[in-house]
């Protein structure tokens, strides 16, 4: 019987256990720029609380004179430019996408240095500005300490100290310095389409006041002192009587015309008794190029939007006659739920631009004091495509 010999055992020799690599920092890029803004509270917050209680303190001091005002007034303008340089550093090392608040209208607010004052003394933005500078600096001054503290004595759980602290930031320059809500934006755009409305009424009753002037005016003196002369004459040399009466009957008619034309200017008759359809048509008859008038209107928009639909087209299809170089043109009229839609096309140079005068700038502004939208499509060749839209607003 065989004996069976013992498996024998081979062993190695104990390796050598790896080097651990040394310890060091495992923090992402993300990481880092919470870190660096959690530092930088404290410079930042202190300075904001400076600043505000600077001007807090001057424009209090200085209301019993007349610079008081002016000066709290100034003071938060430069509160809106650190709320600019406090989202800016929220979006380059928290990632906080935030939108920038609307410009106070200086553009349009024409109604004298009170009233801008005014506008500046009730501005929401530079207000809550104020308040964010004036409540940071105790956090400022908590953030830069746990931080700086964590840095050497709690680094391991460092990230997510830095994630919590970060996240109260967030939310402080959401809540603070964002765009309240969409309400102060539409405040904001109808402080100044108000500007533009106002305005547009001025140069329409400056251009009224000119066209009676130098128009129908001027022609009804000219006929009074035509028909003064016929009568001197009516006696002495009928026959040359009866021709100026003739010629002052001409004047009357064509007096009659220009008050008539007028009339259309402010208020059309046929966009009253008839509506937008037969206005359009009306206005598209007296163009020097063809137009195809197409209106799809189960019923009639706010009078106030037709008025405004009737005078953009008039003065497009005018733009048409005048600059175009068009062989046709064409305008169409239709509803989409709440919003009237207009387009008007032509088959001209193109090369208009809203920025190239002032008549089209002009009926964007219009249009966007009612909350409209105006868009041109004109490449340098043509066609041109002018897209108006108004809202229906008819309740």
């Not at 500046?120 to 503290?149: A, E, H, N, Q």
Request: hydrophobic share 45%.
């Amino acid at each position: 019987m065989t004996e069976r010999r013992p498996r024998q055992l081979r062993t190695r020799a104990a390796e050598p256990a790896p080097e651990l690599p040394p310890a060091r920092f495992a923090y992402g890029a993300h990481t880092w720029k919470e870190i660096a803004h959690l530092l930088l509270n404290l410079p930042m917050s202190v300075f904001g609380f400076v600043y505000v209680m600077t001007v807090l303190f001057t424009g209090a001091l200085l209301t019993l004179t007349v610079i008081g005002l002016p000066v709290l007034a100034a003071g938060l303008m430069g509160a809106r430019q650190l709320g600019k340089l406090e989202r800016k550093r929220a979006r380059a090392l928290l990632g906080v996408r935030i939108d920038e608040p609307s410009p106070l209208p200086w553009s349009t607010a024409r109604s004298g240095f009170f009233q801008q004052l005014w506008l500046m003394l009730k501005d929401p933005v530079g207000w809550r500005t104020i308040l964010y500078d004036f409540i940071r600096l105790p956090w400022g001054i908590v953030t830069f300490t746990v931080t700086l503290t964590s840095l050497f004595v709690l680094w391991p759980v460092l990230p997510f100290i830095a994630r919590g602290l970060t996240n109260a930031d967030r939310a402080m320059v959401r809540g603070l310095l964002s765009p309240s809500d969409e309400l102060e934006r539409r405040i904001a755009e109808l402080e100044s389409d108000r500007g533009v409305v106002v305005d547009t009424a001025a140069a329409d009753l400056r251009r009224i006041e000119r066209d009676l002037h130098d128009g129908a005016q001027a022609r009804l003196v000219s006929l009074a002192m035509g028909l003064g002369l016929a009568k001197e004459k009516l006696l002495e040399d009928p026959d040359h009587a009866a021709a100026m009466v003739a010629e002052a009957h001409g004047e009357v008619k064509l007096a009659l015309q220009e008050l008539r034309d007028l009339a259309r200017g402010i208020h059309p008759a046929v966009l009253t008794d008839r509506g937008l359809d037969a206005a359009l048509s009306s206005v598209a008859s007296r163009c020097t190029v063809p137009v195809q008038v197409t209106a799809d209107l189960d019923e009639r928009p706010a009078a106030a939007i037709e008025g405004i639909a009737y005078f953009t087209v008039s003065e497009l299809l005018q733009n048409v006659s005048k600059h175009s170089g068009a062989r046709t043109a064409s305008v169409e009229v239709w509803r989409s739920e709440d919003r009237l839609l207009i387009q008007v096309s032509d088959d001209g140079r193109g090369g208009i631009r809203l920025e190239g005068g002032t008549g089209m700038r002009g009926l964007a502004e219009r249009l966007d004091a009612v909350d409209g939208l105006f868009v041109v499509d004109s490449p340098v060749g043509g066609p041109t495509t002018v897209t108006a839209e108004l809202p229906w607003r008819n309740r």
